[in-house]
């Protein structure tokens, strides 16, 4: 940055921005850009109660619900059922709330496409041809079928409290799915 000296002022190239100005603390920056847009925030939902938001929302849902519908076909007939439908619609509602609260750019359209379909299906033929599960390598599908226990994570001695929701013995590891050898809990 060139910095222009004049007398005892210096100019940083950004005039008089109070949203461009150096705070001197850390994240000072970001608690002033909080501070100016909170009254701001409240009308993002207010604002989309307003008829002509409301039909632009359902047509919004319909155009990004038909993309995730049919790649989520083609990704289940690509990985032999191990990815469907139902999984993209959830990676698809998890991921599209939680980007459009908080990138600041709500009319961002995101969702399953052609570069995830590729992606996936190259992924499942080179863990197949591994003799490796690709389940095992999604840590995102790892999540939806393991939840937090606080009696795991206290006799963990406060490391690791996740369960798979599916397994019936214990883990090799933190968050691992092989069993210990000779380690098993009651089924029931």
Partial sequence: MLLIVTGLEEDDGHGQDPGLRR?????????????RKAP?????????????????????YFALLAPIVTFGGLLEEATHQRMAVMQNLASGAICGIIYHLFS??????????????V????????????????????????ATR????????????F????????????TMENNCEQCNPNFYRDPQ
């Fill in 23 to 35: 705070t001197g603390k850390l994240f000072g920056g970001l608690m002033l850009d909080i501070r």
């Fill in 119 to 142: 992606f996936e299906t190259t992924a499942f033929d080179i863990c197949n041809a591994l003799k490796i599960n690709q389940m095992n390598v999604k840590d995102a599908n790892h």
């Fill in 104 to 117: 600041g750019q709500p009319l961002t359209i995101i969702g399953s496409t052609s570069p995830v379909l």
């Fill in 146 to 157: 393991c939840h937090f226990d606080w009696a795991v994570y206290n006799a963990s001695g």
């Fill in 40 to 60: 701001h925030y409240l009308s993002d939902f207010t604002d989309a109660l307003n008829l002509q938001c409301i039909a632009t929302t359902c047509f919004m």
């Fill in 159 to 170: 490391s690791s409290g996740g369960v798979r929701d599916d397994c019936q013995h214990n």
